[in-house]
């Protein structure tokens, strides 16, 4: 259901601002009305679903600064408005912009993590996920340094990537480029030759001069082909159906599926434990964490092990009967159910697929540059044996 941004006054005047999920605008207007709510104002509040799992429009270092000045103003016992008031003035006027916006919203009664879940294109929902769970259990300066820390391993770990990927980069383009030029001006000009030869041509060289002459025929296919793509993928974000779809496109990849139920497993247990640390009741916890997840495929997942959970099943065995998340998480968290420590496990399973999703991903990147080195040289050498058995095949008188 979409999330709504709503304003209302009770009867002693007092305001009250929040974000609530709803049908419709006219379900949550009645809700708010049966709580003895006078209704001022509603919204919805699209959430932005970008890829990576979130990311600020206003720069995740932006982000992470913030982040981390929350977490030391309110370890020194800054109070929670003057420590979103100074963490405003550290970032651009954009971020400024948000914060102080937050600032306003829990200064009239709400708390930080609906004011922040007002802001979804900012603020994503793991993030105010993170954040409810440290008003829950009254650990918000905690909860600030974990989400620092995440953001920063997060950046961290994109940095090396981009730095590990940026020789592939380097050597796609190279390739690519000299694979074009191969096809699309030094091929044509020797098919000109070929025919004055009346010689029959060879298999392979056919091949490439038919894909030649495809290239320079519909070149416009390549960039109109991925405009499409990208505006098929837009379209599809803008639906719940259609995130869901993405979702399972992205699942049903070999290596990225793989990569992305290690996420998934990772911000369930982490959330899940972060609330069970804080002394949220397991009902309670797995609630909340359903509804901090971003991903269409790993929330029902999550509110299907809530529900299961509620039907008097353990948590092992709800989480055993999902298969998008691993089966090591429900073995462990069956550890942490016989040893009665699941918010340690969680926490202990969360930081494993974390790095074992860090490890996969510098692993890959490495193996790329033999892979293309590979691909490019074979594609190189096909054309040039093209090329060469056409000359071979051609009478050597014909060029006289």
């Known amino acids: 259901m979409p999330n709504f941004v709503f304003t209302a006054i009770d009867a002693s005047g007092a305001r009250h601002r929040g974000v609530r999920e709803a049908a419709s605008v006219g379900d949550l207007s009645a809700t708010l009305e049966r709580e003895g709510l006078f209704v001022l104002s509603l919204s919805d509040t699209p959430t932005d679903h970008g890829a990576r799992w979130g ?92 989400l620092a820390d995440e953001l920063e391993r997060d950046a961290q770990l994109r940095s090396r990537v981009l730095s590990a990927a940026l020789y592939p980069v380097i050597l796609l383009v190279a390739g690519g480029a000299a694979v074009l030029v191969l096809l699309l001006v030094v091929i044509p000009n020797f098919a000109a030759l070929l025919p004055q030869t009346g010689a029959p041509l060879p298999t392979s060289t056919a091949m490439v001069l038919t894909l030649g002459q495809g290239l320079r025929r519909f070149w416009y296919l390549i960039p109109g082909g991925l405009v499409a793509l990208v505006a098929i993928i837009e379209v599809a974000r803008s639906s719940a159906e259609g995130r869901r779809w993405l979702s399972r496109a992205w ?21 899940a434990g972060t609330l069970l640390e804080g002394g949220a009741p397991l009902l309670v916890a797995l609630d909340d964490t359903a509804r901090s997840l971003d ?7 999550a509110e299907r092990v809530h529900a299961a959970t509620r039907e008097g099943q353990t948590l092992q065995q709800a989480l055993a009967a999902e298969i998008l998340f691993p089966p090591m998480l429900a073995q462990l968290v069956g550890v942490g159910e016989a040893a009665s420590s699941v918010p340690l496990f969680l926490m202990k399973a969360a930081q494993l697929f974390e790095e074992r999703n860090e490890r996969a991903v510098r692993r890959l990147v490495t193996l790329l540059e033999p892979a293309m080195i590979i691909v490019f040289g074979g594609v190189v050498g096909f054309i040039a044996l093209a090329l060469l058995q056409a000359i071979y095949s051609v009478n050597a008188g014909s060029f006289r």
């Open 55 to 146: 990311r600020s429009p206003f720069g995740d270092a932006a982000l992470l600064e913030g982040t981390r000045a929350l977490a030391a103003l309110l370890s020194a016992g800054l109070p929670l408005a003057r420590a979103l008031t100074a963490v405003a003035q550290l970032g651009s006027p954009r971020s400024a912009v948000v914060w102080h916006a937050v600032r306003a919203a829990v200064e009239s009664g709400s708390t930080l993590a609906e004011a922040l879940g007002a802001h979804p294109r900012f603020f994503p929902p793991h993030y105010v996920g993170l954040v409810r769970a440290g008003e829950r259990s009254g650990a918000l300066a905690p909860a600030f340094a974990r």
């Open 251 to 271: 699942y049903a990849l070999p290596l990225i599926g793989g990569w992305r139920r290690d996420l998934a497993a990772a911000r369930f247990a982490r959330l």
């Open 295 to 301: 991903d269409p495929l790993v929330r029902e997942c």
